[in-house]
């Protein structure tokens, strides 16, 4: 439901699977701790910060009293306020507490490992928020050989937004030869053309071929991805409404 953009009904499930690990009061299992990470981030996506912040400090708070410092689930904790001291401006913060996570998965050596790139990833949309594009380059540029030496043991909806993120970078740069190979690039990777993850593509190629001038190819391009949104969502879904 989170991913689908359900919000309501995914924060309903999550206080829902928290109250039966409190009744059965296994307080310290990790499958409550992670019910109370991801309340934190489907409060931050919602745009409730004062609450994700309450259940994001929450959750670290217990990952690093009960599993340890140097656990994952710290790292993922501290990733994720990091993200959210992003969200609310506080970059400094944010930029500290990527380091910490990056840390954090440094010592257990998993470097080569997908919260590896997603903590990278996110630092990298940091660093282009600030300005700082080539150190946001250096980042993606690891994502990529990181979900490269993966493979299939990387999830293949991130591997796309990875590049979809580098792609978006270079054409923020103002490299669109760049970005639009990019994109190429990943319309062959998607074999499923009806799915939200082809549409999107879509929409962000147009966006792109706007900036280029090649407005020949831009309407049917929006009205794929306009069509692939609104047979999945529905007329009244964002992402449709975006693309409109």
Same mark, same amino acid.
């Given at each position: 439901?989170?991913?689908?953009?359900?919000?309501?009904?995914?924060?309903?499930?999550?206080? +829902?699977?928290?109250? &039966?690990?409190? !009744?059965?009061?296994? #307080?310290?299992?990790?499958? &409550?701790?992670? +019910?109370?990470?991801?309340?934190g981030l489907?409060?931050? +996506?919602? %745009?409730?910060?004062?609450?994700?912040?309450?259940?994001?400090?929450?959750?670290? =708070?217990?990952? *690093? @009293?009960?599993?340890?410092?140097?656990?994952?689930?710290?790292?993922?904790?501290?990733?994720?306020?990091?993200?959210?001291?992003?969200?609310? %401006?506080?970059?400094n913060?944010? /930029?500290?507490?990527?380091?910490?996570?990056?840390?954090?998965?440094?010592?257990? !050596?998993? *470097?080569?490992?997908?919260?590896?790139?997603?903590?990278?990833?996110?630092?990298?949309?940091?660093?282009?928020?600030?300005?700082? &594009? =080539? =150190?946001? /380059?250096?980042?993606?540029?690891?994502?990529l050989?990181?979900? /490269?030496? #993966?493979?299939? $043991?990387?999830k293949?909806?991130?591997? #796309?937004?990875?590049?979809? $993120?580098?792609?978006?970078?270079? *054409? *923020?740069?103002?490299?669109?030869? !760049?970005?639009?190979?990019?994109?190429?690039?990943?319309? %062959?990777?998607?074999l499923?053309? @009806? @799915?939200?993850?082809?549409? $999107?593509?879509?929409?962000?190629?147009?966006? #792109?071929?706007?900036?280029?001038?090649?407005?020949?190819?831009? /309407?049917?391009?929006?009205?794929?991805?306009?069509?692939?949104?609104?047979? !999945?969502?529905?007329?009244?879904?964002?992402?449709?409404?975006?693309?409109?």
């Amino acid at each position: 439901a989170f991913a689908m953009g359900r919000y309501m009904y995914a924060e309903k499930r999550f206080s +829902t699977a928290a109250g &039966y690990f409190e !009744k059965a009061y296994l #307080l310290r299992d990790p499958g &409550y701790m992670k +019910t109370i990470s991801n309340t934190g981030l489907l409060y931050a +996506t919602m %745009g409730r910060y004062s609450q994700a912040e309450n259940y994001t400090s929450k959750a670290l =708070d217990m990952r *690093q @009293t009960i599993m340890g410092p140097a656990d994952m689930g710290v790292a993922a904790s501290l990733n994720n306020y990091a993200v959210l001291h992003y969200n609310l %401006g506080q970059y400094n913060e944010s /930029e500290k507490e990527f380091a910490s996570a990056m840390s954090v998965i440094e010592a257990n !050596k998993q *470097q080569v490992s997908l919260p590896y790139g997603i903590v990278l990833n996110n630092r990298a949309m940091l660093f282009q928020c600030l300005g700082r &594009y =080539d =150190d946001a /380059e250096k980042d993606m540029l690891q994502v990529l050989d990181i979900g /490269e030496k #993966l493979g299939t $043991n990387a999830k293949n909806g991130n591997k #796309l937004r990875f590049f979809s $993120n580098l792609a978006l970078l270079y *054409q *923020q740069m103002g490299k669109y030869d !760049k970005a639009e190979s990019i994109y190429l690039k990943m319309q %062959g990777r998607i074999l499923d053309k @009806t @799915t939200p993850e082809f549409a $999107n593509l879509l929409n962000n190629i147009a966006i #792109l071929y706007l900036v280029m001038g090649k407005e020949d190819k831009v /309407e049917q391009m929006l009205q794929r991805s306009s069509d692939i949104y609104k047979n !999945k969502f529905g007329e009244n879904s964002p992402a449709y409404a975006k693309v409109i």
